[in-house]
């Protein structure tokens, strides 16, 4: 509790206390007044204050004027307890909201705690503590065990493990050595590490994601926009209301003037609007809070409220679904041992810098002696042919074969075959293909579970290698061999089969899918743990690569929109029962306070069930 609210609470138990002692002192005329204006001031004097100087600034219309008029009528018609007891339960309800609200903060600055607060540089053989924003790419930076990791950059020397659950929300942390990439806001668990700078500060991983978070507030979404608008016409029409409900029945009916004003004073306490100007807007806070505990960044409460009316998922493939990787998934040889076919292909490829040359020589995994190589060709379009150990060497795709004159035989498995030919003998063909995800079945079967109607999946690959992982996934629907511009159009196409009501997602890795991801309804890009294009182009980012974590979103998402929907329901219903009650005098000052204030309280308790978020599914 902060000490503002500190402050608070020892008013309001003064007040209280007093308040008590004057409802059990026997006082009557001024003195009875003056012992329940004692209390009423300790407790309100600084409503009343921000009444009259909203006023002043021609900002009449809100809570504080409700209240003060409220409750100054009540002390002007003899309702002394009442006046005094409304102002202390509307103060309470301040201090519970208050309170509440500064929980949801510290629960996300806490998510988001990842600012470094310095970086050690080595100056003469001495570390010394800089600012991180004084540190220049290029320049090397220690990181000890216990702390966090300052810049993005580059391992040089040490091995350790990294937690990244402050950006991934993953609690298993990330083995890191020599050559591998860290990211800034990670904390450094183990060894000693010596990093080289790739970024400014300024451009880091956790500089864009603590400006992603600060700035999700102002983009509201369309219930927020709705209570905003809401309120600035609904309040003066209550008090209108009122004015009409205190003076217009005595003239024209048997009404007393007293129970007039009565009634049009506890008609003014149930309209305060504050259970729902602040607990929508904190179910949004606190949807996005949660969301982000999980490694799910989103961009503002405009973009959870279209995610939870998602009906179709369009996907990219490589890096999305795929690990965007490139591995040998299968050797089959003919007339050699599986380990020579794959030697021979290695060797054949050690001068190539292709990617499927970088597979087989990772597949390898063993020292190249290049020595063994001579006449090494790269053939366009076809593969490779070098002299190894004296023998042509041949390795390559289908067509490199029929242009030697080898006979050979495709393979049964999807992906790009390398066949491999010795002085014109037919080895066999080893495998080389993208793997899919470990989770990125599990993911499509939870989003069918939550009744997304459609999943699809656009790749540039080829058609056999899209409709082999669209099969194997489970997927509704798959377009291979398309170029960027081919995916917008795919992506119009779908988004008028989605009804009034629904949106599209696409995700993507974020890289070459930006025009995809601006054109959907809600664009999804996986973070790649600091991929810039992704966190620039998308309005959701899935820090740690899962497509599960998709279904996971979408289940926030939607469960903050009921909590947003019960809370204006709930509040509405109540109110306009006792406004109703209040109108024809079957509702005391008491039930009035129950419907402002108490409303309000079981509102904000609602509202912040949106940070605890579900598990995933």
Same mark, same amino acid.
């Given at each position: 509790?902060?000490?503002?609210?500190?402050?608070?609470?020892?008013?309001?138990?003064? /007040?209280?206390?007093?308040?008590?002692? /004057?409802?059990?002192?026997?006082?009557?005329?001024?003195?009875?007044?003056?012992?329940?204006?004692?209390?009423?001031?300790?407790?309100?004097?600084?409503?009343?204050?921000?009444?009259?100087?909203?006023?002043?600034?021609?900002?009449?219309?809100?809570?504080?004027?409700?209240? +003060?008029?409220?409750?100054?009528? +009540?002390?002007?018609?003899?309702?002394?307890?009442?006046?005094?007891?409304?102002?202390?339960?509307?103060?309470?309800? *301040?201090?519970?909201?208050?309170?509440?609200?500064?929980?949801?903060?510290?629960?996300?600055?806490?998510?988001?705690?990842?600012?470094? =607060?310095? +970086?050690?540089?080595?100056?003469?053989?001495?570390?010394?503590?800089?600012?991180?924003?004084?540190?220049?790419?290029?320049?090397?930076?220690?990181?000890?065990?216990?702390?966090?990791?300052?810049?993005?950059?580059?391992?040089?020397?040490?091995?350790?493990?990294?937690?990244? %659950?402050?950006?991934?929300?993953?609690?298993?942390?990330?083995?890191?050595?020599?050559?591998?990439?860290?990211?800034?806001?990670?904390?450094?668990?183990?060894? !000693?590490?010596?990093?080289?700078?790739?970024?400014?500060?300024?451009?880091?991983?956790?500089?864009?994601?603590?400006?992603?978070? *600060?700035?999700? @507030?102002?983009?509201?979404?369309?219930?927020?926009?709705?209570?905003?608008?809401?309120?600035?016409?609904?309040?003066?029409?209550?008090?209108?209301?009122?004015?009409?409900?205190?003076?217009?029945?005595?003239?024209?009916?048997?009404?007393?003037?007293?129970?007039?004003?009565?009634?049009?004073?506890?008609?003014?306490?149930?309209?305060?609007?504050?259970?729902?100007?602040?607990?929508?807007?904190?179910?949004?806070? #606190?949807?996005?809070?949660?969301?982000?505990?999980?490694?799910?960044?989103?961009?503002?409460?405009?973009?959870?409220?279209?995610?939870?009316?998602?009906?179709?998922?369009?996907?990219?493939?490589?890096?999305?679904?795929?690990?965007?990787?490139?591995?040998?998934?299968?050797?089959?040889?003919?007339?050699?041992?599986?380990?020579?076919? !794959?030697? !021979?292909?290695?060797?054949?490829?050690?001068?190539?810098? &292709?990617?499927? @040359?970088?597979?087989?020589?990772?597949?390898?995994?063993?020292?190249?002696?290049?020595?063994?190589?001579?006449? /090494?060709?790269?053939?366009?379009?076809?593969?490779?042919?070098?002299?190894?150990?004296?023998?042509?060497?041949?390795?390559?795709?289908?067509?490199?074969?029929?242009?030697?004159?080898?006979?050979?035989?495709?393979? &049964?498995?999807?992906?790009?075959?390398?066949?491999?030919?010795? =002085?014109?003998?037919?080895?066999? &063909?080893?495998?080389?293909?993208?793997?899919?995800?470990?989770?990125?079945?599990?993911?499509?079967?939870?989003?069918?579970?939550?009744?997304?109607?459609?999943?699809?999946?656009?790749?540039?690959?080829?058609?056999?290698? #899209?409709? =082999?992982?669209?099969?194997?996934?489970?997927?509704?629907?798959?377009?291979?061999?398309?170029?960027?511009?081919?995916?917008?159009?795919?992506?119009?196409?779908?988004?008028?089969?989605?009804?009034?009501?629904?949106?599209? %997602?696409?995700?993507?890795?974020?890289?070459?899918?930006?025009?995809?991801?601006?054109? +959907?309804?809600?664009?999804?890009?996986?973070?790649?743990?600091?991929?810039? $294009? %992704?966190?620039?182009?998308? =309005?959701?980012?899935?820090?740690?690569?899962?497509?599960?974590?998709?279904?996971? $979103?979408?289940?926030?998402?939607?469960?903050?929109?009921?909590?947003?929907?019960?809370?204006?329901?709930?509040?509405?219903?109540?109110?306009?029962?006792?406004?109703?009650?209040?109108?024809?005098?079957?509702?005391?000052?008491?039930?009035?306070?129950?419907?402002?204030?108490?409303?309000?309280?079981?509102?904000?308790?609602?509202?912040?069930?949106?940070?605890?978020?579900?598990?995933?599914?």
């Amino acid at each position: 509790m902060s000490r503002k609210q500190k402050r608070m609470l020892a008013r309001l138990i003064a /007040a209280a206390v007093l308040f008590t002692a /004057a409802l059990l002192l026997p006082l009557t005329g001024w003195a009875r007044l003056a012992a329940f204006l004692v209390p009423y001031a300790i407790a309100g004097w600084d409503v009343l204050w921000r009444a009259v100087r909203n006023i002043a600034h021609g900002q009449v219309f809100d809570e504080n004027f409700l209240m +003060a008029l409220a409750t100054v009528g +009540a002390l002007a018609t003899g309702e002394y307890p009442e006046a005094v007891f409304v102002m202390v339960f509307y103060q309470v309800g *301040e201090l519970f909201q208050s309170y509440a609200v500064d929980q949801s903060r510290k629960s996300i600055s806490a998510l988001m705690d990842i600012r470094p =607060d310095y +970086a050690n540089v080595e100056v003469d053989g001495q570390l010394q503590q800089v600012d991180p924003e004084d540190v220049a790419v290029g320049d090397a930076i220690v990181i000890k065990a216990g702390e966090r990791i300052p810049l993005d950059g580059v391992v040089l020397e040490g091995t350790s493990t990294v937690d990244t %659950a402050a950006l991934t929300g993953e609690s298993l942390p990330r083995e890191v050595r020599p050559g591998d990439d860290v990211i800034s806001g990670c904390v450094n668990l183990s060894g !000693l590490l010596r990093v080289q700078v790739t970024r400014a500060f300024e451009e880091s991983t956790v500089s864009r994601i603590l400006e992603l978070v *600060e700035n999700s @507030s102002s983009k509201k979404a369309k219930a927020e926009h709705f209570i905003t608008k809401f309120a600035r016409y609904y309040t003066p029409i209550v008090v209108l209301a009122a004015v009409a409900l205190a003076f217009l029945p005595p003239l024209f009916t048997s009404i007393q003037w007293a129970d007039s004003i009565q009634r049009a004073l506890n008609f003014l306490v149930v309209s305060c609007p504050c259970a729902l100007v602040i607990s929508v807007p904190l179910s949004f806070f #606190g949807g996005i809070g949660g969301a982000s505990k999980d490694g799910i960044l989103v961009k503002g409460g405009n973009y959870l409220e279209v995610l939870a009316k998602t009906e179709i998922v369009v996907f990219d493939k490589t890096g999305t679904l795929t690990r965007g990787v490139f591995n040998v998934t299968a050797i089959h040889p003919d007339s050699c041992p599986e380990e020579e076919l !794959l030697e !021979l292909a290695a060797l054949a490829e050690s001068w190539s810098d &292709h990617p499927i @040359s970088r597979s087989l020589k990772e597949a390898w995994g063993k020292e190249l002696d290049t020595a063994r190589v001579s006449d /090494a060709e790269e053939l366009s379009g076809r593969g490779v042919r070098a002299t190894v150990d004296g023998h042509v060497i041949c390795a390559g795709n289908d067509k490199l074969m029929e242009d030697i004159g080898v006979s050979w035989h495709p393979c &049964h498995r999807v992906g790009t075959t390398v066949h491999v030919a010795a =002085d014109g003998v037919y080895l066999g &063909h080893i495998v080389i293909s993208d793997e899919v995800k470990p989770d990125a079945q599990e993911a499509i079967a939870a989003l069918k579970r939550q009744g997304i109607r459609k999943t699809v999946m656009l790749t540039g690959d080829a058609r056999a290698v #899209g409709e =082999d992982v669209a099969r194997s996934l489970g997927l509704d629907e798959v377009h291979a061999q398309l170029l960027p511009n081919h995916k917008v159009d795919r992506v119009e196409a779908l988004l008028k089969e989605v009804s009034p009501g629904g949106a599209l %997602a696409f995700v993507g890795d974020g890289i070459n899918d930006a025009p995809v991801l601006s054109r +959907a309804d809600v664009g999804i890009a996986m973070g790649g743990l600091g991929s810039d $294009a %992704a966190i620039e182009a998308a =309005d959701i980012v899935l820090m740690d690569d899962k497509p599960s974590k998709i279904a996971h $979103a979408i289940a926030i998402a939607r469960r903050t929109l009921v909590i947003v929907k019960q809370n204006i329901i709930f509040a509405l219903a109540v109110k306009l029962l006792v406004l109703v009650l209040s109108a024809v005098g079957l509702a005391s000052m008491w039930a009035a306070v129950f419907a402002d204030v108490g409303v309000s309280v079981i509102a904000i308790l609602n509202a912040m069930r949106c940070l605890r978020q579900p598990k995933q599914s």
